[in-house]
């Protein structure tokens, strides 16, 4: 089955970097991208980006760009998101989301557990 | 940007009644719309996509509808497990993605 296993909780404090991690299981890694979604607490989902896991092309939302960088190991079948110079507003689950592929792309139909950052001084 | 608004913000009804949501596109998305399920401490489940498109082993009560800028969930008869924040999703405008604020299903 498909499995989407995210790394632990962190607590950085303002400045700092985060990387989060999400390996993937039960499919061929390759044949779709990965999204990221996070969510202050308290508050909506907010779409981060993708990055296919095929040829390692990048998509990011315009407020992330320069902060965000996504990558992926395909000889380990996990993405990992980075998060620099991280602000109090940066606080909130992390998800990963398989991007479906071909016609059905940017349509999430697994996540992984959520990671909780949490930046504080 | 696409955005959408989704009422109500809170629906509060009784387990057995038929639960109606909407979302709104502001721009016209096509049939680009998806709608997830989310209960708290738990990512988000995909319900449906393309406007009326159950995903797998989505129960039959789950049923979505709408084209262009309006759209609805309906739940035709609410199971307590349905309790839930219901979110609606637009990939219109792709690689871009936006989700509406939620709209919060409550028991009454």
């Known amino acids: 089955q498909v499995q989407l296993v995210q790394s632990g909780a962190e607590v950085k404090k303002p400045g700092a970097s985060v990387k989060v991690s999400c390996k993937a299981s039960?499919?061929?890694?390759?044949?779709?991208?990965i999204s990221w979604v996070r969510q202050a607490p308290g508050q909506g989902l907010e779409w981060m980006g993708w990055?296919?896991?095929?040829?390692?092309?990048?998509n990011y939302v315009q407020k992330l760009q320069g902060r965000v960088t996504m990558t992926t190991d395909t000889s380990t079948s996990t993405a990992y998101m980075e998060l620099r110079s991280l602000r109090s507003d940066d606080t909130a689950v992390y998800y990963c989301?398989?991007?479906?592929?071909?016609?059905?792309?940017?349509?999430?139909?697994?996540w992984g557990q959520g990671t909780l950052v949490t930046v504080s001084s | 940007e696409i955005v959408l608004t989704q009422s109500p913000a809170t629906l509060s009804l009784s387990p057995g009644e038929r639960a109606t949501l909407s979302c709104r596109a502001s721009q016209s998305i096509s049939s680009y719309l998806a709608w997830y399920q989310q209960k708290p401490g738990q990512a988000p489940r995909l319900l449906i996509y393309d406007a009326s498109n159950r995903a797998t082993g989505i129960p039959a009560r789950f049923s979505g509808s709408g084209s262009g800028t309006d759209f609805t969930l309906t739940i035709s008869s609410l199971e307590p497990e349905d309790f839930a924040v219901y979110y609606c999703q637009q990939r219109g405008n792709w690689p871009r993605v936006t989700f509406g604020p939620g709209t919060k299903v409550d028991i009454k």
């Open positions: 039960g499919y061929t890694f390759t044949s779709h991208g």
């Open positions: 990055i296919s896991a095929y040829n390692g092309n990048t």
């Open positions: 989301a398989r991007d479906g592929s071909g016609s059905y792309v940017r349509i999430f139909d697994y």
